[in-house]
């Protein structure tokens, strides 16, 4: 167990549909990463919020948009959905900001799998 | 942007056998991580090295990052059923780089091991 949560586990919904999916990270993790996993594109980065702002920007769809909460849980928001969305989500959170040094290690929650009908 | 190319890409070994599977990126390496997931399953983080030369263990599993810094290996010693599973390897930004936190992975090595 990573300490990463995310909810739900599995969320099957209809294109064009909004879905909200959840994660919240380790306990004292600053940094929450969203990625997008899927059989023809692999594991690809979508965002990343430190202390509650956007630090970093990957392949993210302008459907998609996401934030951190002062809690510092974060949620991905999904609109618009089409079939091609379909795949696994995963949340990581690490510590610190940067990747190089010490103890930023990026751990994963479990994921939420969406399928798109 | 940089790519990280796994060979190979599937691999099938019986039990108690060695194995060895590799992460060459188009670019230098700042940061390379090893993760493996089990299918449909979250990652589990096995090891990031830095350095060029670096060399790290954790109980079986070895991981290394050339002097070069541009491959890394991950050497799995007296191979067993728990081994099995997709291994990935990621890379994190270059030096001087703004992404931050953001890790490029590879496509995936699958492993299966016979008993």
């Known amino acids: 167990d990573s300490g990463v949560t995310q909810t739900p586990k599995h969320l099957i919904t209809a294109t064009g549909q909004r879905v909200t999916l959840r994660c919240s990270p380790r306990?004292?993790?600053?940094?929450v990463y969203w990625y997008q996993q899927s059989l023809d594109q692999g594991l690809q980065f979508l965002i990343q919020?430190?202390?509650?702002?956007?630090?970093a920007k990957g392949n993210i769809l302008e459907r998609f948009s996401a934030q951190q909460f002062p809690d510092l849980h974060s949620e991905l928001n999904l609109s618009s959905l089409e079939l091609g969305d379909s795949a696994l989500y995963f949340c990581?959170?690490?510590?610190?900001?940067?990747?190089?040094?010490?103890?930023?290690?990026?751990?994963f929650g479990p994921g939420t799998r969406l399928t798109v009908l | 942007s940089q790519e990280l190319e796994q060979s190979p890409q599937s691999l099938i070994v019986q039990e108690g056998k060695n194995l060895t599977i590799n992460c060459t990126s188009s670019?230098?390496?700042?940061?390379l991580y090893w993760y493996k997931q089990k299918y449909g399953e979250g990652l589990i983080f096995l090891m990031m090295?830095?350095?060029?030369?670096e060399e790290k263990s954790h109980e079986k599993i070895t991981a290394k990052l050339d002097e070069k810094k541009q491959q890394s290996s991950l050497h799995i010693t007296a191979s067993q059923p728990s081994h099995a599973g997709i291994y990935l390897c990621?890379?994190?930004?270059?030096?001087?780089?703004?992404?931050?936190?953001?890790?490029?992975f590879g496509q995936g090595t699958i492993l299966t091991v016979h008993p």
């Open positions: 919020y430190y202390n509650g702002e956007e630090r």
């Open positions: 090295l830095q350095k060029g030369g």
């Open positions: 670019k230098t390496l700042y940061g």
């Open positions: 990621g890379a994190g930004p270059n030096a001087g780089g703004t992404s931050y936190g953001k890790l490029t």
């Open positions: 990581a959170s690490s510590v610190g900001l940067h990747l190089l040094g010490g103890y930023n290690e990026q751990f």
């Open positions: 306990s004292g993790d600053l940094s």
